[in-house]
């Protein structure tokens, strides 16, 4: 799977992984920063959960507009690559 | 009394249905062939498609069980909420185009586009009814659960009258109704869960306490002396299951019985004890239900349980009742204090069974803090195993939407890669907005002052009556069509598994178009019907937590197979064979061998179970790719060798 979409694609996975992956870990070893407030009295749990959903929200956008139309190789049909060199396995 | 079935809402109720299944029917009719039965002939558009992802997925355990978690225990509810839309980037980045370009009708589609292989469609067929049934569980729970208040019925006829629905909505439509079920449902679902937002935020916050308020008693023990002198209550002395708990149990004059436990707080006179009525529900070994002592009921000389969702103490300069902005919201629930309820299964030597729902005063800045549920003990717990299962929870969510089946059929309804992808992207938008309010509606129903403390998944319908009966109805309808819409999916998917992957592709069996689609319709009347049995018999478990098996059994008997083909050249059909097998009955059996299984499915009331920690994705999601790679890498050297 090397078609630009796809590479597009993993690198904002990757990005977004990393947000998921600090609020998770934040979460889990290190509660007591969660409960830090430092802005507009509200605290770190909540402002790092809405700006996970609004960077998902951000990234898919971003995604949306610097993807290509229909960016593959083939056809759209499954029935195309039943010669065994299908999309899967590029 | 907090269940009274109200003629405004009853009506409004079955308007809401009425039109929604009418709207289904005269839709349906239109898609008589198996393209059109399973996946609406690629036509819808785009957009319509992407509201219908939000419709398909915002189920009943988004709308009632995450609310109800956060309504109940605080923050940990939003977590879910987190999760579940994490796992949309990995639908979108990762599976969304290539689900589109490979597959037809089924997961399997996907999975198989390269080997052409019966096995490979067995087992996702079979992975694929595992995961839509366990999904189905909690649906029809929550269907149940919304029909009680609404109508009055029993839990076990909202759960038939849901399967019956759902049955005639797929046996006479497939997917183009159904789409068009998910895109209002999922429309309405979002528009009135922000009306409701903008209610609680205009609403403020009020303090509620003491009897007249919240039809609760608090004693004050002015010499922290049990019963205080001079007040006519008589201590009963502990026996029996009651010995070693904290609970206080008080006879007043006529003889009635009370439980209470203590608390202290700070005054300006000093450090002060005083008691809070506990409610206790006794189910005796005759099969007579009491509330706290008296036949439960309505009438004259029985009780109800009181609803329960109170502010106790709300910060200096705050005006009570006065409208908060968004931010404001928290950050006033920060400095308040809001009184959260335990509970405790007590059963005498009779076998009567007594529940005690106890009074816990919380300070707000704890129930907006991560790891207060016991699901998120492992946040605030000092054993590996616990923080294990935390993590193995966030990683199951992460990775299952993008692994569950009735959400990847839905990539056949649009006519190409760019239409899925965009449609997704208004998926995330939708959905990202809706989790958004759930911390505001579950914020709100815990201190609405309205929710049943039997019963966290009511708590987003009972917030909608504590605002208005119409609001109420209307949210009810909502949700219920919401129960539709999912359960449909679920449904849908299921039976082009069994028609598409398991007769047609494994069992060879030749049928005609309009014979497979007769066949998808006999699947889905008896998944449904499995549905509404399973439906009963796990009542009383809190949706959101079964959604989250269902995503650790998806993501690891289907998301290994599905990263690996688009990312592998290696992997051979044995290889997938085998990891979707292994991750599904891995994560099927780490669950049923749990502790929550244990006690909660089985009945073994504190079993600690067979395997460490509940949630088994961190376990059985690399264990289904290590599966995958070692299979292919054996079964291609065997390739090589011949």
Redesign the interface.
């Known amino acids: 799977?090397e078609t630009r979409?796809?590479r597009i694609?993993?690198i904002?996975?990757f990005v977004?992984l990393a947000l998921?992956g600090g609020?998770?870990f934040l979460?889990?070893?290190s509660?007591d920063t969660?409960?830090a407030?430092p802005v507009?009295?509200?605290?770190v749990?909540?402002l790092y959960?809405?700006f996970?959903?609004?960077a998902?929200?951000v990234?898919?956008?971003i995604?949306?507009l610097v993807?290509d139309?229909?960016?593959?190789p083939?056809s759209?049909?499954?029935?195309a690559?039943?010669t065994?060199?299908?999309?899967?396995?590029k | 009394m907090i269940y009274e079935p109200s003629t405004i809402a009853v009506v409004i109720f079955f308007v809401f249905v009425g039109i929604t299944l009418g709207i289904s029917f005269w839709l349906g009719r239109k898609a008589q062939d198996s393209q059109g039965y399973f996946a609406a002939h690629g036509q819808i558009p785009w957009f319509v498609n992407g509201i219908a992802f939000a419709g398909d997925y915002l189920s009943a355990a988004s709308f009632l069980g995450i609310c109800g978690m956060i309504a109940f225990y605080g923050?940990d509810g939003?977590?879910y909420?987190?999760g579940y839309?994490?796992g949309?980037?990995?639908a979108?980045?990762?599976v969304a185009?290539?689900m589109?370009?490979?597959?037809?009708f089924t997961f399997a589609?996907?999975l198989d586009?390269?080997?052409?292989s019966p096995g490979i469609k067995l087992a996702a067929g079979i992975s694929t009814l595992a995961v839509s049934v366990f999904y189905l569980i909690p649906q029809m729970v929550g269907a149940g659960v919304l029909v009680q208040p609404l109508l009055g019925f029993d839990h076990w006829v909202g759960v038939v009258i849901v399967g019956v629905t759902v049955i005639l909505i797929v046996v006479t439509a497939g997917m183009v109704s159904t789409t068009w079920v998910q895109f209002i449902k999922g429309s309405l679902l979002v528009v009135f869960s922000a009306i409701l937002t903008v209610m609680i935020l205009n609403r403020g916050f009020e303090v509620s306490t003491g009897e007249e308020a919240t039809g609760l008693r608090t004693l004050s023990l002015p010499d922290d002396v049990l019963p205080a002198p001079g007040t006519g209550w008589e201590l009963i002395e502990p026996s029996g299951p009651w010995i070693g708990t904290d609970f206080i149990r008080l006879q007043d004059a006529a003889g009635k019985v009370s439980v209470w436990t203590k608390h202290e707080s700070n005054t300006m006179a000093g450090r002060q004890s005083f008691l809070l009525e506990a409610q206790a529900l006794t189910e005796t070994a005759d099969d007579r239900i009491l509330v706290n002592g008296e036949q439960k009921g309505s009438k004259k000389g029985e009780a109800e349980l009181h609803a329960i969702g109170h502010v106790s103490k709300l910060p200096d300069g705050y005006e009570p009742g006065t409208p908060v902005g968004p931010?404001?919201f928290?950050?006033t629930l920060?400095?308040s204090e809001v009184v959260l309820w335990g509970s405790k299964l007590l059963i005498e030597e009779d076998g009567s069974k007594t529940t005690v729902y106890f009074q816990k005063p919380t300070p707000g800045?704890q129930v907006?803090?991560?790891?207060e549920h016991p699901r998120f003990q492992?946040?605030?717990s000092a054993k590996f195993f616990d923080?294990l299962n935390?993590?193995s929870l966030?990683l199951a969510l992460?990775c299952g939407t993008a692994s569950l089946p009735h959400i990847l059929i839905r990539y056949y309804t649009v006519k190409?890669?760019?239409a899925a992808?965009?449609s997704?992207?208004v998926g995330?938008?939708t959905i990202?907005f809706f989790?958004?309010l759930t911390?505001y509606l579950g914020l709100g129903a815990m201190t609405s002052g309205a929710m049943d403390v039997t019963d966290s998944n009511m708590a987003a319908p009972l917030l909608a009556r504590s605002m208005s009966e119409w609001l109420f109805a209307a949210i009810s309808a909502i949700a219920f069509t919401t129960v539709l819409g999912t359960v449909s999916g679920l449904i849908l998917a299921s039976a082009g598994a069994v028609t598409h992957d398991i007769l047609t592709s494994y069992f060879k069996i030749e049928m005609d178009d309009s014979k497979k689609v007769r066949v998808a319709k006999i699947a889905s009347v008896v998944v449904g019907t499995i549905a509404i049995v399973l439906g009963i018999l796990f009542e009383g478990l809190n949706v959101s937590f079964l959604v989250g098996w269902a995503f650790s059994v998806a993501a690891s008997a289907n998301l290994p197979s599905l990263i690996m083909?688009?990312?592998w050249?290696g992997?051979t059909k044995e290889g997938v064979i085998s990891a979707v097998v292994v991750g599904m009955v891995s994560s099927l059996t780490w669950i049923l061998l749990s502790a929550d299984s244990m006690s909660k499915v089985f009945g073994f009331v504190g079993h600690e179970g067979f395997v460490p920690f509940g949630q088994p994705g961190i376990v059985t999601i690399p264990l289904g790719f290590l599966t995958l790679v070692t299979v292919s890498k054996m079964t291609a050297k065997e390739v090589a060798a011949t």
Request: hydrophobic share 50%; charged share 20%; proline share 3%.
């Open positions: 799977m979409n796809a694609g993993l904002l996975f977004y998921y609020f998770v979460s889990a070893f509660p969660m409960e407030t507009a009295g509200v605290n749990a909540i959960g809405f996970l959903i609004i998902a929200v990234l898919s956008l995604y949306g993807c139309g229909n960016d593959a083939g759209a049909s499954p029935k690559d039943s065994g060199d299908g999309e899967g396995s | 923050y939003f977590l909420s987190i839309l994490a949309w980037v990995v979108l980045f990762v185009e290539p589109k370009r490979l597959g037809k589609d996907a586009a390269k080997f052409n931010l404001e928290f950050s920060q400095e800045s907006l803090r991560p790891g492992g946040i605030r923080k935390f993590l966030m992460f190409d890669a760019a992808r965009k997704t992207i995330i938008a990202g989790y958004v911390l083909i688009l990312f050249k992997v």
